[in-house]
Each structure stands twice: as structure tokens, then as C-alpha cells.
């Protein structure tokens, strides 16, 4: 089917009004007139999102921009609202538990964009492409404007997202944007944490300039995995895992299946609302292997710090710590691909 064809069989957002989408739980009907916000202004401060106090603010020679993951899960609301005050302190708290392993070694930049509700996450990419078509606009459209008024070409750049985030990371890359389009672009890539999703050689065939990292100081180039137990047929389970997708597992940088022990494992921090500049911190807190299209962790140290909290991801499937448990695995890494990036310019 050619690209033409498949714009064909997607609905237009007129064509999905009226009908409930929705897993497990649909939202009410859909209306365009109503359900789809104003798309932000990237001119406009209030558009971005902003660190919080205890960050660095000293200027560093490498940009983050950062793609937040899902944090919309109402009942009833198809796209976030990017001046709803509940959700951004939602997405400020993504900047802490997660992005926060780029403070002090690069300068991060966060849009707020038109994410989708959780509960069309499942259709993302099929049903509810049109409302999912509406955040990536957003996202080429911030880019562009990092691009021109922050970055300014003035330093390379890494893409950093997890679970929708990067799914619109990996997305928007097969198609040749945020830096993919062509090799002269790519050189200023760093790389691309593009964590809690799938990335498959069939993705790689529709973009050739893509590629997997292959070890730790490699640049240019995308890391993927999603976190799960050794449970039988947890991998099912994940919704995030697709069959035939590349793992690059933190405690080794490589995706062949050699096991890493706990020792490898440096540090998982667990960050608490109640104490957020003070993280729950637990040095070898697990051990990893790829697995078939998965990473899992055993030897856990803490278990406590994995509940299931979420009916989209049961208990063993641990997509809402995959930063948290290899967190200065993560930050190490970053300073790694930093350093060879720049040596080898």
C-alpha cells in the first residue's frame, strides 16, 4: 500500500465526529468543534515548559529537547488543554523525575504540546490518527522554533522522550523530521532517548538515517527498551513492546542478550512528591537482559519502589520506571555521548 493509499484510510477529524474512542474505557462522542484546544504559540512563553528552581541554570554546550510522556487520563478529555494548571504541573513533574538526568550537562527545552488522552494511546497510529496528527503538528512546529530562536545552530542536540513522547519522537523521525531528514542534519544529532516505546527494522527501512545505538559513546543515533519482570508472557503485556523492535539495554549499551548483573546497575532513583530534590536512591538495584523484544530485570534490590499503579501497565510491566530504575545508568551515558560527541568534532 503506498503512503497515498494509507492517507485515504485514515478518517478525517470531521469523519471521527460522533464516535467514541477509547481503550479500555471510551471517552463520549467526539466533537471537533468542541474537543480540539487552540494549538499553542511558540512565540509565547507560557507555551514551554519551564525547570524547576533547584535545576542548573549555568548555559552547557549541548541542547535537550524534550517530548514529556502521557499525562492526560481523564474521563472525558481527547487532547491536553496546554493551559490546564493541573497539567502542566504534570508535565513540570516529568522534567524532575525524568529529564532531570540532562541538568547540568545540557540546556533542556520542553514544548507544551497537544498530547493525546491515554485512553486512545491504542489508537494512536490507526482510529485516532487525525487527533494524534494534531500534537505532531505541534511538535514540528516547536521544533522549528527551538531550531530559531534558542538553539540558533550554535550547538548539537539530543531528543529525549519517553512512552507518547516517544512514540511522536520515533514517529516524526521515520518521516525526516527533528533532525532526520537528511545526513547534514543528522550530524548535529547527538542522540535520541527514545525510551518506553519500539523501535523495528521496518521503522529503520522507511528512514534509512536512522539508526540503534550500538554502544555507549556512539552518537547519531537512537536508544530504546521497555522495562519488564522475567514473569512468563509478561512481554504480552506491555502495550508499548511491538514484535521485532530493537532493545538497547542501559547497563551495557548493546543490544545483544549478554546479561548485566546488579553491580553494572549504578544507581535507580525513585523521585516522591513529598520530597522531590531528594530522590529514593538504591545503588544495584537490578539486573538486565534483553529478552526476545524486551529488557528484564531480575535480582530486583527494592521491589516495593515498582507498584502497579496503572490498568495500562500491570504489575511486571515496569514502563513507569524505565528511567527510574537505571537513572544513573542514564545520566552517566548522557556525559558519555556529550564527551565523543564533541571530541569527535
Same mark, same amino acid.
Given at each position: 500500500m503506498t503512503s497515498t493509499q494509507k492517507d485515504k484510510d485514515i478518517p478525517t477529524l470531521e469523519e471521527l465526529r460522533g464516535q467514541e474512542l477509547g481503550i479500555p474505557v471510551m471517552l463520549p462522542p467526539f466533537n471537533p468543534d468542541t474537543d480540539v484546544p487552540d494549538a499553542p504559540d511558540y512565540a509565547d512563553p507560557d507555551s514551554w515548559l519551564t525547570m524547576p528552581a533547584?535545576?542548573?541554570?549555568?548555559?552547557?554546550?549541548?541542547?535537550?529537547?524534550? @517530548?514529556?510522556?502521557?499525562?492526560?487520563?481523564?474521563?472525558?478529555?481527547?487532547?491536553? /488543554?496546554?493551559? /490546564?494548571?493541573?497539567?502542566?504541573?504534570?508535565?513540570?513533574?516529568?522534567? @524532575?523525575?525524568q529529564a532531570s538526568i540532562f541538568d547540568g550537562q545540557a540546556n533542556i527545552y520542553a514544548p507544551f504540546y497537544r498530547q493525546n488522552n491515554v485512553k486512545i494511546n491504542p489508537l494512536m497510529l490507526t482510529r485516532a490518527n487525525p487527533i494524534f496528527r494534531l500534537g505532531q503538528e505541534d511538535l514540528i512546529r516547536a521544533f522549528a522554533y527551538f531550531l530559531?530562536?534558542?538553539? =540558533?545552530?550554535?550547538?548539537?542536540i539530543i531528543l529525549a522522550a519517553h512512552s507518547q513522547g516517544s512514540v511522536r519522537v520515533v514517529e516524526l523521525s521515520k518521516t525526516g523530521e527533528l533532525l532526520t531528514g537528511d545526513a547534514e542534519s543528522l550530524k548535529r544529532l547527538v542522540a535520541a532517548y527514545a525510551i518506553g516505546y519500539s523501535i523495528t527494522p521496518s521503522d529503520l527501512e522507511q528512514n534509512p538515517l536512522m539508526k540503534i545505538s550500538e554502544n555507549a559513546t556512539d552518537t547519531g543515533c537512537f536508544i530504546t527498551y521497555n522495562t519488564?519482570? /522475567?514473569?512468563?508472557?509478561?512481554?504480552?503485556?506491555?502495550?508499548?513492546?511491538?514484535?521485532?523492535?530493537?532493545?538497547?539495554?542501559?547497563?551495557?549499551? =548493546?543490544?545483544?542478550?549478554?546479561?548485566a548483573p546488579a553491580t553494572a546497575n549504578i544507581e535507580a532513583a525513585f523521585f516522591k512528591h513529598e520530597h522531590p530534590e531528594r530522590p529514593d536512591r538504591h545503588p544495584n538495584f537490578?539486573?538486565?537482559?534483553?529478552?526476545?523484544?524486551?529488557?528484564?530485570?531480575? /535480582?530486583?534490590?527494592?521491589?516495593?519502589?515498582?507498584?502497579?499503579?496503572?490498568?495500562?501497565?500491570?504489575?511486571g510491566v515496569y514502563h513507569m520506571y524505565d528511567y527510574a530504575i537505571f537513572y544513573e545508568n542514564l545520566r552517566q551515558n548522557v556525559g558519555e555521548r556529550i564527551q565523543a560527541y564533541l571530541n569527535r568534532q
Open positions: 533547584y535545576f542548573s541554570t549555568d548555559e552547557q554546550p549541548v541542547d535537550v529537547f524534550w @517530548v514529556y510522556p502521557t499525562i492526560l487520563s481523564d474521563n472525558s478529555t481527547y487532547l491536553m /488543554d496546554i493551559h /490546564d494548571p493541573v497539567l502542566r504541573e504534570k508535565a513540570h513533574w516529568t522534567l @524532575v523525575e530559531e530562536h534558542f538553539n =540558533k545552530g550554535e550547538r548539537p519488564i519482570s /522475567d514473569e512468563e508472557g509478561k512481554e504480552k503485556e506491555g502495550p508499548t513492546i511491538i514484535p521485532g523492535t530493537f532493545v538497547v539495554n542501559p547497563l551495557t549499551w =548493546k543490544t545483544n542478550t549478554t546479561f537490578a539486573a538486565a537482559q534483553v529478552v526476545n523484544n524486551a529488557l528484564v530485570i531480575t /535480582d530486583i534490590s527494592n521491589p516495593e519502589e515498582l507498584p502497579a499503579t496503572s490498568v495500562t501497565f500491570p504489575a
